[in-house]
């Protein structure tokens, strides 16, 4: 089993910066894939970034140039740095593990391991 739990959301003016954390614990013996997603209300998940346990990162298009993921594996912890934010990037953002990928995936689905999130709002 494994633990995540994310900090850093908050409010943030439309061209802002915010950076989450999210700390993992428990069996962290084995190779995930760490990634993090978004939710609006209702919706389903997306996927905005994932990073292998080598450091290879993959990001969904909305996003690309904007955020960039990144993992400490020494404190078992995954970042996102959020810069030029804008109002469509509001959402309850959750850190999530996976022990069944073999290659980069932005689908929920493949996820097995989820946080309790963090909200990010941005206004205009």
């Known amino acids: 089993q494994v633990q995540l739990v994310e900090s850093g959301g908050g409010s943030v003016q439309a061209g802002g910066s915010l950076r989450l954390s999210c700390a993992a614990s428990?069996?962290?013996?084995?190779?995930?894939?760490m990634g993090w997603f978004r939710q609006v209300l209702e919706e389903g998940r997306e996927g905005v970034a994932v990073i292998d346990s080598a450091g290879s990162t993959t990001y969904a298009n909305s996003v690309k140039g904007r955020f960039t993921i990144s993992q400490d594996n020494a404190k078992n912890t995954l970042h996102l740095q959020m810069n030029s934010l804008r109002p469509e990037d509001t959402a309850m953002y959750y850190c999530?593990?996976?022990?069944?990928?073999?290659?980069?995936?932005?689908?929920?689905?493949?996820?097995?391991?989820w946080g309790q999130g963090t909200q990010v709002t941005v206004s205009s």
């Open positions: 999530a593990a996976s022990s069944w990928l073999r290659s980069p995936s932005l689908t929920s689905t493949w996820y097995n391991y």
């Open positions: 428990g069996d962290l013996s084995r190779s995930y894939y």
